[in-house]
């Protein structure tokens, strides 16, 4: 049976855009700002941490990270992220969005500091302080995911929704920008004050003493933004929809968003009724049955997505060496190859990183989440194949210029696609009392993809001939072949994307049936809403 919509939650519906609608993206998006930045920022130094820290004299090439340290240094952050994400979302549903929202921000702060300031000087030391921090910086990340994208979309009206919770999402475009920039400008300075051989002409000096200092600071720079966040965190009310729906108070949901809205709201308290059959949790048939399908779609694109998301964020450094677009190591010197490195990444970033996401929020309210997310993956697959089918003829000199193109394509389908439909579906379509929990678990296997990403294509993109391996790594299939397998796993997210409802122009009462009970003719109901959705 429906009931009627609180007065409350109709007013947020329907609000028209207004200041704090702006204050919560800003608010949200700098903790989404500082996760990118913090994620990414590692594969700008990975290479400076092995010319430091595993460096042998008389090698003809510099010193690079053992293939376990590679992986444990690039992995354990999104192993904390997993575990985070799936603690922080239902925490989130027991205690409220905004009594954990600090919580995650601080963890960041403290970690992205202990990061930089890892003890010891000896290889071991550095990397298991570097892998524990970064675990716990991780495990803060995690948090932010359900809980920023659950915040947004119980804040937005339904008119805007996906366009709010997108530019939230955004933000991290900015922040792997930001990484990028804080690398050159660091690493510039540091390489005009202490100017260094290649290392081909002096291996050992090539690496100034002073090159510890620059990944420090450059980890270290992400604790600033969620800093200065932190404080305006702490101000914003708890949404309505978690007070009035879970903690089932009336009362001060409207009061909370009379403040927001500046209306008089009135506080309905008598329609804070539990729905006959309406109050299933997680782990029942009422759930399989109503949302089962929906939360496999969410979790399996996520997850396909984050695959290749991740394989070409992180280890696209080692893509551009292999195809002559950054220079062999040995011609450059330490602080040079960060420099480098960090360029090529700033360059993809600013060209088609950040317009994907804001591409996004300009169309997802137009377009729908549906037809973004199928779009996304469809040209994700071509450009994939299209790099990898002919790559011996990308590796030529006079063609590099072509690959770089071809491959910023995959990051601007990436992101004006499934990167950003990925996080706004999950934060629409299940009931507020399990929102942030099925967002967690959403995201958690994301993380579950990017660990899959960053593990494999480490040893994957390895040269098929043992002679061209990097040192201490077995032989792979080689960059075109793991390129044809991302190609591959970004087909089989455009399939999972049919299990996936369009919430469009919806309220999150009418996606999640919230406000209705148990009826005979649900399972009819839904047959007819996904058929809808597959036609879009």
Known sequence: MAKDQLQVLNALDVAKTQLYHFTAIVIAGMGFFTDAYDLFCISLVTKLLGRIYYHHDGEPKPGILPPAVAAAVNGVAFCGTLSGQLFFGWLGDKMGRKKVYGMTLMLMVICSIGSG????????????????????????????????ATIMSEYANKKTRGAFIAAVFAMQGFGILAGGIVALIVAGAFK????????????????????????????????????????????MPETARYT?????????????????????????????VDVKGNNFGLFTKQFLRRHGLHLLGTTSTWFLLDIAFYSQNLFQKDIFSKIGWIPHPETMSALDEVFKIARAQTLIALCSTVPGYWFTVAFIDKMGRFVIQLMGFFFMTVFMFALAIPYNHWTKKENRIGFV??????????????????????????????????HGISAAAGKAGAIVGAFGFLYAAQSTDSSKVDAGYPTGIGVKNA???????????????FLVPESKGKSLEEMSKENEGEEENYGTETKGENAQTISV
């Open 192 to 235: 005009n004050a202490y100017p260094a051989p290649i290392y081909s002409v002096n291996g050992n000096d090539s690496t100034p003493p002073e090159a510890d200092y620059v990944w420090r600071i450059i980890l270290m720079f992400g604790a600033i933004p969620a800093l200065l966040t932190y404080y305006w965190r702490m101000k």
């Open 117 to 148: 300031l890892s003890f010891g000087k000896t290889a071991n030391g550095v990397v298991a302080t570097l892998c524990f921090f970064r675990f716990w910086l991780g495990f803060g990340i995690g948090g932010d995911y359900p809980l920023s």
């Open 405 to 438: 193109i071809m491959y910023s394509l995959t990051f601007f389908f990436a992101n004006f696609g499934p990167n950003a439909t990925t996080f706004v579906v999950p934060a629409e379509i299940f009931p507020a009392r399990l929102r942030s929990t099925c």
């Open 483 to 497: 390129l044809i397998v991302l190609g591959c796993v970004n087909l089989l997210g455009m399939l999972f994307t």
């Open 244 to 272: 009035a729906l879970v903690a089932k108070n009336a009362t001060k949901a409207a009061s909370d968003m009379s403040k927001v809205l500046n209306v008089e709201i009135e506080a309905e308290e008598e329609k804070i």
